[in-house]
């Protein structure tokens, strides 16, 4: 069975520093993908990043770095020069490659608070 | 970008009354699509997944006569909560998968059952 942990249920930042929020998972499948969403108070889900797991180099997409070390099986987001829209809930998640349609699961997430 | 429109962004209803929700992708044909559900301040729990022309699976603990979800073409899904009772109260989120397994999110509805 797949599972996705967040283990910092609320995070806070300065604005214009970096943070790093924690994400690891658990899968028995060789061949999957992670990601990452941000979800404001509106509840829309906003794609940030995604790292298959065959990728060598960690994903970047802008301020978004995802810090993927496959044999601790942790996949953190950072999140460079943060700033006050930053402030959301943001979800791990990760899915199956193996299986055409894999469903996504997400982890519990993290509320992050950016401070002015 | 692909686009999931999700209608009605927001529902109040009484209790025993029956709401539908529908999820439609706009530019794509999404071959999967997946029905979650959020309570405030908790992670998206994955309800059923639907695919085109088949039934839907159910995850474990998801009453499938309680949340009818019917997938009749490749570009719409419906979700439809039957009697619906106040511990309904949820955010409800659809999301579609294209042909290539990228996967797009709806805005959400989110129901009232007074």
């Known amino acids: 069975a797949q599972k996705i942990t967040q283990t910092q249920p609320g995070m806070f930042v300065q604005e214009k520093e970096a943070v790093t929020l924690d994400c690891t998972y658990d899968?028995?499948?060789?061949?999957?993908?992670l990601f990452w969403y941000k979800q404001p108070s509106s509840g829309e889900m906003i794609f940030l990043i995604y790292?298959?797991?065959?990728?060598?180099q960690n994903a970047t997409e802008g301020r978004y770095s995802l810090n993927f070390q496959k044999a601790r099986k942790s996949a953190n987001l950072v999140i460079s020069a943060s700033q006050l829209g930053d402030s959301a809930m943001y979800f791990c998640?990760?899915?199956?490659?193996?299986?055409?349609?894999?469903?996504?699961?997400f982890g519990q997430g993290t509320e992050l608070s950016v401070k002015p | 970008g692909a686009v999931v429109s999700q209608h009605p962004s927001r529902v109040i209803c009484k209790s025993g009354t029956s709401v539908k929700i529908e999820c439609r992708s706009l530019?794509?044909?999404?071959?999967?699509m997946f029905w979650y559900r959020q309570f405030p301040k908790q992670s998206l729990m994955l309800m059923a997944t639907?695919?085109?022309?088949?039934?839907?699976?159910?995850e474990q603990g998801v009453e499938k006569d309680k949340f009818l979800i019917n997938h009749a073409s490749l570009t719409l899904s419906t979700l439809t909560v039957t009697s619906a009772h106040p511990e309904d109260s949820s955010f409800y989120i659809c999301?579609?998968?294209?042909?290539?397994?990228?996967?797009?999110f709806g805005s959400g509805t989110q129901l009232s059952v007074l």
């Open positions: 998640a990760m899915r199956s490659l193996y299986n055409q349609g894999g469903k996504l699961i």
């Open positions: 530019d794509f044909q999404a071959t999967t």
């Open positions: 899968t028995s499948d060789q061949s999957y993908g």
């Open positions: 639907s695919n085109e022309g088949s039934k839907a699976t159910y």
């Open positions: 790292q298959g797991s065959y990728d060598e």
């Open positions: 999301s579609a998968s294209d042909l290539r397994e990228k996967l797009f």
